[in-house]
């Protein structure tokens, strides 16, 4: 997959990576110079292909949008967008290309299937490159009995953490994967996993000493109900 | 008075000729809250996104749908744009064709999407009210692309319009997916050199 990695950027221009090759290559394009000096005239050219496709909406889009806007908050001005892309891309460690082929080995099908809203899973994907190409991005890894385990590429700045679960076994219909974080000997759910290999995004890991894997019943518990099968430290 | 209306008129004519804002002002200012330029940008680009993501979805309502969603991604990221980047329509664009793709994959999914082949030539050009330029390039745009092969034009188009990822697109041509990449990408080199755009 990484040998030829280069070669998505005309699909990924086009739109045509599934989401979690999407992902990838979307870590592989903050490092790689050859690429990006490429994706500005092929992203014209497509938009240009699909400007001539225009057709005059229905009239009353542009008055609902107007009455949107007027009452819809805008994002702040993202001044360090730049500055942090071009210091990542100069920092970036070891780490993140490992953590890149991390996302390559995993299918994120479950995460997709519990995230039916696609905007959701962007915001979280973006959140989850970010993290993995934080310049403090740090790993960890546990393996438990049986060979499963998960890494956690963890990064003290965006106080956030990605947990990423390869070889955890397909459960059955009625058991999730649930991730919890322990922080002063206390548990917290940090999520249900779904029920096979996928990858989730931590929020706020300050004071988090681990985090620890569960299986529990379909939906998930509010604490544990058996022993972690796996565990890392932060 | 007839005669100092002329004259208002003429000094008006005579005065330096202000040129509307481009996208890109039009986009910078929508970041700094300005609903006019909002309005302007809509004027602008909507029919590009609203007839992009017909092309890509056909059904009208669910188009004006993403339609909307994209102009109200605008509006509230419009700060992220960058203009050393990339022109603003190319921006708004790629955030529309992302969205038609998610919709049209997210819709299909579920009713097992029926992989036809459609050479549908596009919508009817002469109810769009385009100005010249506009027509021109989208006179350009068809030309390059009957520049294309027949493998290139086919790949490219079943992923940008139909919505296909490259590996469906391999399985529907009957080719093998590195052929596929291949053909997109030496496809997207010739339309950019073939559209001038800069490289
Ligand atoms: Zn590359």
Redesign the interface.
């Known amino acids: 997959m990484t040998t030829d990695i280069h070669h998505l950027l005309a699909p990924y221009v086009l739109d045509a990576l599934e989401p979690d090759e999407r992902n990838v290559f979307e870590a592989h394009l903050a490092q790689c110079e050859l690429c990006r000096s490429e994706l500005g005239g092929f992203a014209e050219t497509a938009s240009r292909i699909g400007g001539a496709q225009a057709e005059t909406p229905p009239p009353e889009l542009r008055d609902r949008l107007m009455a949107m806007a007027a009452t819809t908050p805008q994002e702040r001005p993202v001044v360090t967008a730049m500055a942090q892309r071009s210091r990542l891309r100069r920092a970036l460690p070891r780490i993140a290309v490992a953590a890149a082929a991390v996302v390559a080995a995993v299918s994120i099908a479950g995460f997709v299937n519990e995230h039916q809203k696609a905007d959701d899973l962007r915001a979280e994907r973006d959140e989850m490159v970010a993290v993995l190409t934080s310049s403090d991005a740090a790993m960890s890894v546990d393996a438990s009995t049986g060979g499963a385990s998960v890494r956690v590429i963890s990064s003290p700045s965006h106080d956030a953490a990605v947990v990423v679960g390869t070889s955890l076994r397909a459960l059955r219909s009625d058991q999730v994967y649930q991730l919890w974080t322990v922080h002063d000997g206390r548990t917290t759910s940090a999520g249900v996993m779904g029920r096979g290999p996928g990858m989730m995004l931590v929020d706020g890991i300050k004071g988090v000493d681990a985090l620890a894997v569960t299986v529990e019943p379909k939906g998930g518990s509010k604490t544990p109900t058996s022993d972690p099968i796996l565990s890392a430290s932060i | 008075m007839p005669a100092a209306s002329r004259s208002n008129r003429h000094l008006g004519v005579a005065a330096e000729p202000t040129s509307p804002p481009g996208d890109d002002e039009l986009l910078q200012r929508v970041?700094r809250?300005d609903?006019a330029a909002?309005?302007a940008l809509?004027?602008s680009l909507?029919?590009?996104?609203?007839?992009?993501a017909?092309?890509v979805i056909r059904d009208?309502a669910r188009a004006?749908e993403v339609?909307?969603e994209v102009?109200?991604q605008v509006?509230?990221?419009?700060?992220?744009f960058?203009p050393a980047?990339?022109?603003a329509?190319?921006w708004v664009?790629?955030l529309?064709?992302?969205?038609a793709?998610?919709?049209v994959r997210?819709d299909q999914s579920a009713t097992n999407r029926e992989r036809t082949y459609d050479w549908t030539p596009?919508?009817d050009h002469d109810?769009?009210?385009?100005t010249v330029s506009?027509r021109l390039?989208?006179e350009q745009?068809?030309r390059c692309?009957e520049g294309l092969t027949e493998l290139q034009h086919e790949a490219?188009t079943l992923?940008?319009f139909q919505?296909?990822?490259?590996?469906e697109?391999a399985e529907v041509l009957g080719a093998n997916t590195?052929t596929i990449?291949?053909r997109?990408?030496d496809?997207?080199v010739r339309?950019?050199d073939c559209?001038g755009?800069?490289?």
């Open positions: 970041a809250g609903d909002f309005g809509y004027d909507g029919s590009s996104v609203y007839g992009l017909r092309r009208p004006e339609a909307q102009f109200l509006w509230q990221t419009a700060a992220r960058d980047r990339g022109r329509k190319s664009l790629t529309a064709h992302r969205r793709v998610d919709a997210r596009g919508p109810v769009v009210d385009e506009l390039e989208h745009v068809r692309m490219i992923a940008y919505g296909y990822t490259y590996a697109t590195s990449k291949t997109m990408r496809g997207l339309l950019r559209m755009v800069e490289s």
